[in-house]
């Protein structure tokens, strides 16, 4: 701030009052802004003291679960808007596993570079999770309309499965008891553990003749 005043400074015997004015208004009312506030206060955690902080003040439960989604691009389903990102992030890694922001061995639910106690505890409670092909946008659609070019609509860069992203997440809650099973769905699958069991009993014999009993079946 200080070296941008010394700079304007200079400039002030070429504008008129009425011209700064006007950009001294334009500037306090854009960084007073709730977007603005919001970007920086989010962005001090990029930084080591705000990571550490971060950290320090998180609190997590050690029973609870935690789960990640994550992915590694290819090049024919990547948005031509992450081109430049992802091939920089493979020039800096050293790898080209990334989903073009977050590396596949950094996408992980508990901090890595900041070891303390929360950390710990994230750690033990991480379920993990297994790589998908896809890119770091992958969730979005209507959000990223106005980036989409005619490379991103030819190769349907955001039309996968959107609701991939959910259903690990809601995996581990309802195996942990988190998300309690719907009665019916406990015992159709109670059900199908048995059958599977006992189909597992059958010797080959039994099993053939049952394979050739279905098939005159269809056919009647």
């Known amino acids: 701030i200080t070296m941008a005043e010394a700079g304007f ?10 011209f700064i004015s006007s950009v001294l208004e334009s500037l306090n009312s854009a960084m007073d802004s709730s977007g603005f506030q919001k970007f920086i206060g989010g962005a001090q955690t990029f930084l080591p003291d705000g990571n550490r902080a971060f950290w320090r003040e998180a609190q997590h439960l050690p029973h609870v679960p ?3 989604l994550r992915g590694v691009l290819e090049e024919h389903t990547t948005p031509e808007a992450l081109d430049m990102v992802s091939n920089l992030l493979t020039k800096q890694s050293g790898s080209a596993h990334h989903d073009s922001q977050v590396h596949m061995y950094d996408a992980v639910g508990h901090p890595v570079y900041t070891i303390n106690r929360n950390g710990r505890v994230l750690e ?4 993990g999770g297994a790589v998908q092909r896809t890119h770091h946008w992958s969730p979005l659609d209507e959000e990223v309309s106005f980036v989409k070019t005619k490379r991103d609509i030819e190769r349907a860069a955001f039309e996968c499965a959107k609701d991939r992203h959910v259903f690990p997440w809601v995996d581990v809650n309802a195996r942990f008891g988190i998300i309690p099973y719907v009665d019916e769905w406990v015992a159709l699958a109670r059900s199908k553990s048995k059958d599977g069991a006992d189909d ?3 010797t080959f014999e039994e099993k053939e003749e049952e394979d050739i ?3 005159v079946t269809e056919k009647l």
Not at 9 to 18: D, E, L, T
């Open 9 to 18: 400074k200079y400039q002030q015997g070429y504008c008129s009052r009425a």
């Open 66 to 68: 935690t789960t990640v």
């Open 213 to 215: 009993g279905d098939a």
């Open 124 to 127: 033990k409670s991480d379920m």
């Open 200 to 202: 597992d009993n059958q």
